[in-house]
C-alpha cells in the first residue's frame, strides 16, 4: 500500500469502520502504523485503536479480549484526560453489553500482582 504512514493508517481505518471483520486481518500492520504516527496525528492512532476494540466487540475471540484491550487503551492515555473522556463512552457501551449478556463479563488484572508478605 503506497504512501506516508498516515494516509496509509486512515485508509485502513476506513476499511475497518466498514467492516469490522477487516481488523483482525489489519491489525499488526495498523498497530504499528498508529505507533508510527502517534505524535503527529494522534487522532489518527486513537481512532485506529478504537476501530480494534470496536471490531473485537463485534466478534471477541476470547471471553477478556474486550477488556484487555479496553483496558490497554486506558493505560496507554492514562495520563491525558481529554482521550480517557474519548474512551469513556466506549467503557459504558462495554460495561452495557456485558450486563445484558451479549459480551462475557471479565476482570482482567493489569497491575503487578506479586506475592505479600
Known amino acids: 500500500m503506497p504512501g506516508d504512514p498516515a494516509s496509509r493508517l486512515a485508509a485502513l481505518i476506513d476499511r475497518c469502520e466498514r467492516s469490522a471483520s477487516a481488523a483482525s486481518k489489519l491489525r499488526a500492520e495498523g498497530d504499528a502504523l498508529a505507533d508510527a504516527v502517534e505524535g503527529a496525528n494522534a487522532d489518527l492512532a486513537v481512532r485506529w485503536r478504537l476501530a480494534v476494540v470496536r471490531a473485537l466487540i463485534a466478534a471477541p475471540p476470547d471471553g477478556d479480549a474486550v ?6 487503551l486506558v493505560d496507554r492515555y492514562r495520563g491525558d ?9 466506549l467503557g459504558e457501551e462495554i460495561r ?20 505479600r508478605r
Not at 477488556?67 to 490497554?72: F, H, L, N, V
Not at 453489553?97 to 476482570?107: V, Y
Request: proline fraction near 11%.
Open 67 to 72: 477488556r484487555e484491550a479496553y483496558g490497554e
Open 96 to 115: 452495557r453489553l456485558e450486563a445484558d449478556g451479549t459480551l462475557p463479563s471479565a476482570l482482567v488484572a493489569r497491575s503487578d500482582r506479586r506475592p
Open 81 to 89: 484526560p481529554a482521550r480517557l473522556a474519548e474512551l469513556r463512552p
